[in-house]
C-alpha cells in the first residue's frame, strides 16, 4: 500500500515537471516570437512614426556622416580638424585657419578680426572657488554668435603671482567696438 503511494507521488511528480517543461517552453516560444516582431517592425511598438526599412538605413547613413564630419574640416572633408576658430568655433585644418594672437582664426573670421577694433570687455580669473565660471563664460560666447551673430573671442591670459608662487589664469573677452554696449552685459551677467 505504501509503494502504490510512493510510485503514485513519484508520476505526479514527473507530469508535474514535464508540465512545468513544455508550459516554460511555450512561453518561451511565445516571447521569442514577440521579440522577433518587435524587432522586424520597431517603429511599430515605440509610437514613431514607421519608416521604410530603406529610409531608416539612410538615416542611419546620414548620422554616421555627421558624428563623423565634425572631426574634418569643412572645407576639406579629407583633413582632419586641428585647430577650432576663436570666433566660431569650428574645427578647421592647418590650411583653413590661421593664428592670430594667441588664437587660431578661420578664413572667414581672420579678417573680420584684424579690420576691426576689438576692446577688452571682461576679465575672468578662473578660481578654484568658481571654476563653473568659465565655462558660463563659454556657453554666453557661443549663444550669442549663434542666435544673435554677436561675435566675441576670449584669450586666456596667464599672471605668475609671486608672493603665493603659482600661475593665475585669466579669461579675456574681446568684443566689436561697436558692440561692447550690447555684449557686456551678456557677460557680466556670468558673474552673478
Ligand atoms: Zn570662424
Ligand atoms: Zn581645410
Known amino acids: 500500500m505504501e509503494n502504490t503511494t510512493l510510485i503514485l507521488i513519484m508520476i505526479t511528480n514527473l507530469l508535474l515537471v514535464i508540465f512545468l517543461g513544455v508550459f516554460g517552453f511555450l512561453i518561451y516560444r511565445l516571447m521569442k516570437n ?21 529610409i531608416l538605413e539612410r ?12 572631426l574634418f574640416c569643412p572645407n576639406h572633408p579629407e583633413e582632419p580638424g586641428e585647430t577650432t576658430c576663436g570666433i566660431c568655433d569650428k574645427l578647421f585644418c592647418k590650411s583653413c585657419s590661421k593664428p592670430f594672437k594667441s588664437l587660431h582664426f578661420c578664413r572667414e573670421h581672420l579678417p573680420l578680426v584684424m579690420n576691426n577694433h576689438w576692446e577688452e570687455i571682461m576679465t575672468v580669473k578662473t578660481s578654484t572657488q568658481d571654476p563653473e565660471h568659465g565655462v558660463r563664460v563659454y556657453d554666453v560666447k557661443k549663444e550669442i554668435f549663434e542666435k544673435e551673430d554677436l561675435p566675441t573671442y576670449v584669450e586666456t591670459h596667464y599672471k605668475i603671482n609671486i608672493d603665493q608662487d603659482h600661475i593665475e589664469t585669466y579669461l579675456v573677452v574681446f568684443a566689436m567696438m561697436d558692440q561692447v554696449e550690447t555684449i557686456r552685459p551678456r557677460f557680466e551677467a556670468t558673474s552673478l
Open 34 to 54: 514577440q521579440k522577433k516582431e518587435s524587432a522586424e517592425n520597431p517603429s511599430s511598438t515605440e509610437g514613431q512614426p514607421a519608416y521604410h526599412p530603406a
Open 59 to 70: 538615416l542611419k547613413e546620414a548620422q554616421k556622416i555627421k558624428s563623423r564630419s565634425h
